[in-house]
Nanobody, 122 residues
Framework: QVQLVESGGGLVQAGDSLKLSCAAS????????MGWFRQAPGKEREFVAT????????TYTDSVKGRFTISRDNAKNTAYLQMNSLKPEDTAVYLC???????????????WGQGTQVTVSS
């Protein structure tokens, strides 16, 4: 099990950038695939991006391709989500999660952070 804490959210204007961080506790961080998900009010939690344990593989949902970049620093037990060219439809609570397998499915992730709010105004 790993404990996750997100940070870096905020209120920005359309076109701005934000970088989210996900700090993990435990020495086993490097063995997990990490994912970022988001959930807007009244909507289901949706996949945003995932990165393999080594960082060699990444996958993005179509709506963020070319704008968001997921990365990780295993020495710092931290995963990141760089978000550029933000749009109002990106507004949501963003959550990071850890999984034993590289996956885009919510059900594959066992450990979740509490989330950080990202609000993009038009």
């Amino acid at each position: 099990q790993v404990q996750l804490v997100e940070s870096g959210g905020g209120l920005v204007q359309a076109g701005d950038s934000l970088k989210l961080s996900c700090a993990a506790s435990g020495r086993t961080f490097r063995s997990y695939a990490m994912g970022w998900f988001r959930q807007a009010p009244g909507k289901e939690r949706e996949f945003v991006a995932t990165i393999s344990w080594s960082g060699s593989s990444t996958t993005y949902t179509d709506s963020v391709k070319g704008r968001f970049t997921i990365s990780r620093d295993n020495a710092k037990n931290t995963a990141y989500l760089q978000m550029n060219s933000l749009k109002p439809e990106d507004t949501a609570v963003y959550l990071c999660a850890a999984a034993n397998t590289y996956s885009t499915r919510v059900s594959s992730y066992n450990d979740w952070g509490q989330g950080t709010q990202v609000t993009v105004s038009s």
